[in-house]
């Protein structure tokens, strides 16, 4: 390694390390302070450590509200990136193996998904019509129909980077368009299946504006919502409320750390190569 290259490497370093180590150092301080020191929102170590007592207090909000927070949103996001894994491979095969005018047409609404903005009110008419408005099966339909343009052109790459071979190989044998799909496609997909489990999950238990859109009422908070609890009009408690958004973070936050090769492998990587 060049003098040149490792002066770049520990800028690079330095940057991150203020982009994104410094306000989770922030948060984490202001969420052991006590309300007094912490209504100040400066960079300083706490006068007083409370991080227990407001980790505590946060968790007994509103009878465990956050508890079923995380229920809600462990839900949402289990079923939501399921049903996206599986029709977005699904959808990405067809699209790649079956050139046809109509794949050319779906083609282009999956490239609308992702650039058209999503419009709320005609939204919440037709989950209103379908009896899914203020439900838990509305929110995944949801996730999942935003969420599946991404995925459709992850998986859709992907494949192209599998050789027909395989599947002419396995129609010599016998083997139906579902067999072929199940039992010889999809376990090549594992390297962007994580991609698309880790980047979704993250995505939709990060999810805010939806969840206030089409989710409302009590039983219903996710806990992005959570953060209500402890801001109002005329006054914040910064101590429960940055206690709470560590308490948001960290699970996210460890999925990333522990999952950022398989991120950039299942975008970048072939299946098959040769």
């Known amino acids: 390694m060049t003098r040149r290259q490792l002066s770049t490497g520990i800028v690079s370093l330095a940057l991150a390390s203020i982009i994104f180590i410094l306000p989770f150092v922030f ?94 009110v005609p939204t919440i008419w037709v989950l209103q019509s379908i009896g899914l408005f203020k439900t838990i099966t509305g929110m995944i339909f949801i996730q999942v129909a935003y969420g599946l343009a991404f995925s459709v052109l992850l998986f859709r790459s992907f494949i192209a980077a599998i050789p027909r071979d395989l599947d002419e190989a396995a129609l010599i044998d016998g083997a139906t368009p579902l067999q072929i799909f199940f039992r010889v496609i999809l376990p090549l997909l594992k390297p962007v299946t994580v991609t698309v489990i880790v980047v979704q999950s993250i995505t939709i238990f990060n999810d805010f504006t939806n969840p206030l859109y089409y989710l409302p009422g009590r039983e219903n908070v996710t806990v992005q919502l959570t953060l209500y609890n402890f801001q109002g009009q005329f006054q914040t408690q910064f101590n429960l409320l940055f206690m709470n958004i560590l308490l948001v973070t960290i699970p996210p936050l460890i999925v990333y750390i522990f999952f950022n090769r398989q991120i950039v492998a299942g975008m970048t990587a072939g299946a098959v190569k040769g």
């Open 27 to 120: 948060i984490f301080l202001t969420a052991a302070k006590n309300r007094q020191d912490a209504s100040r929102l400066t960079f300083t170590w706490p006068v007083e450590w409370q991080l227990w007592e407001n980790f505590l207090q946060v968790l007994e909000t509103r009878n465990y509200l956050l508890l079923l927070a995380y229920f809600n949103s462990t839900v949402i996001t289990v079923f939501a990136v399921t049903l996206l894994v599986l029709f977005g491979a699904m959808v990405g095969y067809v699209l790649q193996r079956r050139p046809s005018r109509w794949n050319k047409v779906i083609y282009g609404f999956v490239l609308a998904g992702l650039m058209i903005p999503p419009a709320v």
